[in-house]
């Protein structure tokens, strides 16, 4: 099963440059908290932007670039739909975290969605897609706790997926 997990602005930004626009730490330690003992699935700029390969965590890299290698046993780079197919068929709870072209890319297969809204518009050249309201169902939303530092304010909400009838 596909989850997707990101912060995004109230104009549905969610970087530029290859960079997030905020420092929310509390958001960070959210992220690490649902995403550790499962699978990640990312785009290679956003793994590139990470810095470093995040710990207990199997990691899914697309990449368009068949040379593209990472020299990590957490680490599979994937090149097709069909190499994810596992991840988005099992009962396992697996997260997209980014980039924009991923995100739309898996929004079809995805069954769960945990939204970091900041409450709040930015600039920036990255785009989660709009939520289709027809699509999704907000099933949960909890105010995150204020950032002294950023004095932004956010909300952390969940979305499920809409049975047919």
């Known amino acids: 099963m596909l989850s997707i997990i990101v912060a995004k602005a109230k104009n549905n930004i969610i970087g530029r440059d290859n960079k997030l626009l905020w420092n929310l730490p509390e958001d960070l330690n959210h992220f690490k908290e649902l995403t550790t003992g499962h699978t990640i699935i990312m785009g290679r700029k ?3 932007s990470l810095g470093k390969v995040l710990p207990n965590r199997k990691h899914i890299v697309f990449s368009q670039n068949p040379d593209f290698k990472v020299n990590d046993e957490n680490v599979q ?8 197919q596992e ?6 709870e697996n997260f997209v975290i980014g980039g924009a072209m991923i995100y739309n890319l898996l929004m079809p297969y995805v069954e769960k969605m945990y939204i970091t809204q900041i409450n709040k518009e930015f600039e920036g050249d990255a785009f989660f897609p709009k ?21 932004l304010d956010y909300d952390y909400i969940t979305y499920e997926k809409r049975r047919s009838m």
Not at 87 to 92: A, F, P
């Open 46 to 48: 956003t793994f590139e």
């Open 77 to 84: 780079v994937v090149h097709s739909m069909l190499e994810i």
């Open 87 to 92: 991840y988005i068929e099992n009962d396992e």
């Open 131 to 151: 939520i289709n309201e027809n699509i999704w169902k907000e099933v949960n939303r909890q105010k995150g706790p204020k950032d002294e530092v950023s004095n």
